[in-house]
């Protein structure tokens, strides 16, 4: 079945379009074999940059299987020909098909409605903190957390990670300075470092992104919604406050008196004095 250039054969049918992944166009289908719905990437193929893109997409997602990421079924090439473990094949492919778990929404459609109960966002940042420490411990890097990347089954409240068209696998023995690329990260969850330091970082920067997304689950508003890169860390520099964190929602006032004195006196300074020596 070839359907808005989707060329499935026929084992999935009624496709319906999702949305677009980190690199790539996602459809929903109906497997004729179990007469389930799955979602569907397509990643076409132009180019060497485009094949390595989704050859480094596909062994990563391939060594992750936990129950707070998206699962991944196979690996499709044109009219659904099953590729071989051998994925330097795709170099004479012109597109491959990424079938993986579907799920019913995503946290960004949820928060389009306003906040979270208390007790959802909590729920829902233990699962993506779960989540975090399994991709991490794979030295994988997501690069790219966000709550249009994190997707949800309203029924019974499961978070799993998914699009992992920007993740990269990172060798703890190995220094990656000046080998990553700057373009990752949607900009209002990307870091401090990330924004000052692009091509030198660590898994940190996932831990930032959650941290912006947990604010924005329980505030329902961006946490740091600069327009411009200047503008991002003028607002990170000076408007995380403890009037900032107030507002933010901790269960415990005792751990939250004691995160807030651990901050200390907040002292006015220009950002050319704290970051002289960096480019903006």
């Known amino acids: 079945m070839n359907i808005h250039g ?13 949305g677009c992944g980190g690199n790539g166009l996602v459809f929903s289908a ?11 990437k397509k990643i076409v193929l132009t180019d060497p940059q485009s094949v390595k893109h989704a050859l480094r997409e596909i062994k990563i997602i391939r060594r992750l299987d936990h129950d707070n990421i998206v699962k991944v079924f196979e690996i499709l090439g044109p009219s659904g020909s099953q590729l071989t473990d051998d994925v330097g094949s795709l170099t004479e492919l012109n597109s491959v098909y990424i079938v993986q778990e579907y799920m019913e929404t995503d946290l960004a459609n949820l928060l389009e409605q306003g906040p979270l109960l208390e007790e959802h966002a909590r729920l829902f940042m ?21 709550p249009a990347n994190l997707f949800i089954n309203t029924e019974d409240l499961v978070l799993k990670i998914g699009d992992f068209g920007l993740a990269r696998i990172m060798d703890p023995h190995y220094s990656h300075k000046g080998h990553l690329s700057e373009g990752l990260v949607t900009k209002w969850y990307r870091s401090p470092r990330l924004l000052l330091s692009p091509n030198n970082y660590t898994k940190a920067i996932d831990m930032w992104a959650a941290g912006c997304i947990f604010a924005e689950m329980l505030t329902g508003k961006t946490l740091f919604a600069g327009k411009t890169v200047w503008g991002k860390i003028r607002f990170r520099s ?20 004691k995160i807030i004195n651990k901050l200390g006196e907040h ?3 220009h950002l050319s004095a704290l970051w002289e020596n960096e480019r903006i």
């Open 6 to 18: 989707f060329d499935l054969g026929s084992r999935y049918m009624d496709l319906k379009p999702l």
């Open 30 to 40: 109906v497997d004729n074999d179990c007469d389930k719905r799955v979602a569907v």
């Open 126 to 146: 233990y699962q993506l903190l779960r989540g975090l420490k399994y991709i991490h411990s794979a030295n994988v890097l997501h690069r790219d957390l966000k």
């Open 238 to 257: 000076t408007s995380y406050t403890q009037t900032k964190i107030n507002s933010i929602w901790i269960n415990d006032l005792n751990v939250k008196s």
């Open 267 to 269: 002292r006015k300074a």
